[in-house]
């Protein structure tokens, strides 16, 4: 992976940006490569095998254990590279292993040209502005419009099928854990948040009781705040924690701000 990575810093010298079909020319051979050595290296095996094999039978095999990148992913044997890894590597390395940081040399012009190229899905944040989106827990609404989807998983006009609410389902409605994970997301796709539009949704939003509305906005600019303060750690430690942790850890002071939920 770190020939791949320094073959496209070596392309960037002299081009200010590498295009899909110019990324994908170069991790397509990159790919190449490793596949020829992982095929020289079983034959290497295979054939001292053949010279160590004894006159017992050979015990059976034990599946390869699945190869995973950094965030976790799994790795396909037949393309054991692609634009996702390379930026999870990437970041990791700049974030976590200075010495190994310090060894590439990148000058603050080449770190530019490589996060534009390895960055993932552009568009989310071509104005200079990360969108998140934060959705309200289910609640009962005052109306009964039969137009309206009634997804009992989900807040009153919104369906379980939508990425939004496939989110905030996985954080159980917590709007700290919505702005967190969605900021890490965008994070490790090489986006920049410094920079963040909050969009609240939900069902009716008068039907909310008071304190649950007012807790909802605390708890996420709680968190956005907090993020401006400790960005990259915040980050970090999310990945160690399991979710119920994570919020524990940053769950701001009650002396000032509401609870998010109804009493």
Known sequence: MEKALLDIAEQLKTIEYLDDKALTKVINRNNKRILEEERARAATEESRARTAATAEAPADREPAPQTLDKTGAKINPARPLSKRHLIAYYLDVKRNDPEHWACWNFTEEQQRRIERTL??????????VATITVLTKPWKCSSDCLYCPNDLRMPKSYLSDEPACQRAERTFFDPYLQVAARLKALT????????VELIILG??????PLPTRFG????????????QKLKITLLNDARSMSMLEFRAMWQPSKSKLLPCRSA
């Open 188 to 195: 490790e796709m090489g986006h920049i948040t410094d920079k």
């Open 216 to 227: 909802l906005f605390a708890n996420c600019f709680a968190l956005l705040t907090t993020v």
């Open 203 to 208: 069902g009716t939003w008068s039907d909310y």
């Open 119 to 128: 960055q993932m899905k552009p568009r989310r944040t071509a104005s200079g």
